[in-house]
């Protein structure tokens, strides 16, 4: 990215090191909407707030989100480690959702209170 190019947020002045939907972010920022943007898109989180968007542009942006985040983490080499650990899950988020977003709509089974009860005994029982 360009050394002129400042980030795309209101009243931040740090440098882009990327673009994502074709706006510039400083890296906290491009952390920020990523993540935003994923649990948007996440059939499986609970404040989900799906685009309006067709299932083509989500796997676009996805997968835009994983190629922009490895990007960064071959063009910055002054990240520490929280960066490189959240550069790291996004990519792993990411390709989840694509394998996700490319399953036919099938609901996903949300287990019952019972199921989940019961599977957390078990596992309190194996360690006790």
Request: glycine share 4%; net charge neutral; with cysteine.
């Amino acid at each position: 990215m360009s050394e002129d190019r400042i980030c795309a947020v209101d009243f931040c002045d740090r440098a882009a090191v990327t673009s994502l939907a074709q706006q510039d972010f400083c890296l906290n920022h491009f952390l920020a909407q990523c993540y935003e943007n994923l649990g948007r898109i996440d059939p499986r989180s609970r404040r989900r707030g799906l685009f309006a968007l067709d299932m083509a542009s989500l796997r676009a942006f996805v997968e835009e989100c994983s190629r922009k985040a490895l990007d960064v983490c071959f063009q910055c080499p002054e990240l520490d480690n929280l960066q490189r650990g959240r550069l790291l899950d996004i990519l792993l988020w990411a390709g989840e959702l694509f394998v996700v977003l490319r399953v036919p709509r099938v609901g996903l089974r949300q287990p019952s209170y019972a199921e989940q009860d019961s599977s957390l005994t078990r596992l309190a029982a194996r360690h006790s």
